[in-house]
């Protein structure tokens, strides 16, 4: 997927919806995903004018409860952000989780974006906005490219980058302050 693209889709969402102090619970750094989506982010927010707060960037691992204590984390700064983009869907699952145990209003206080788009982030009770990759698209490739080269023995090696799309759901919207 065009992770650096699926960055700047997120960060533009919210930008569009007026959020400009943006938080970010990302992967482990040695993952590219983690890299390329902060990329993309940093890219639609220096274009507004409104640089990343450094200090609001976690790296974690891609779990649920990365997502929690990043909430948690990121809240309790002077001046939290009123958006967190979150490294996948996990990730923003834990993060909804704990913004119901702190009682923050999901988007009225707080928007929250994942990425990947999980069958779980389309039930009515998450309703998580999402970047989705095409994760079929991207297996029936890497079927395809793994059948090419046992057939040719010598096939030249690809490198394929497929789209990402925004699913807007329930939990974003414009910031409270």
């Known amino acids: ?20 102090d943006i938080g970010f619970i990302l992967g482990p ?55 967190i983009i979150c490294g996948n869907d996990v990730v923003a699952i834990g993060a909804l989780d704990a913004c119901a145990k702190q009682t923050i209003r999901v988007p009225d206080d ?15 009770m998450i309703a998580l906005t999402t970047v989705r990759q095409a994760i079929g698209d991207i297996g029936a490739l890497a079927a395809r490219r793994i059948v090419a080269r046992i057939e040719q023995q010598a096939a030249a090696m690809a490198h394929d980058v497929l789209p990402t799309n925004i699913i807007v759901r329930k939990t974003s919207g414009p910031p409270a302050r």
Not at 112 to 124: N, R, T
Request: charged share 15%; proline share 4%; glycine share 12%.
């Open 110 to 124: 707080l928007s929250i974006i994942g990425f990947d788009d999980i069958p779980m982030a389309g039930w009515a």
């Open 1 to 20: 997927s065009d992770n650096v693209y699926a960055g700047v889709e997120a960060a533009q969402h919210l930008i569009g919806l007026g959020h400009r």
């Open 29 to 83: 750094t040695t993952t590219s995903t983690s890299q390329d989506r902060l990329t993309g982010g940093r890219r639609a927010l220096a274009a507004v004018g409104a640089p990343i707060d450094e200090t609001k960037i976690i790296w974690s691992e891609f779990s649920h409860q990365a997502g929690y204590s990043g909430v948690i984390s990121l809240m309790a700064h002077d001046a939290p952000p009123t958006a």
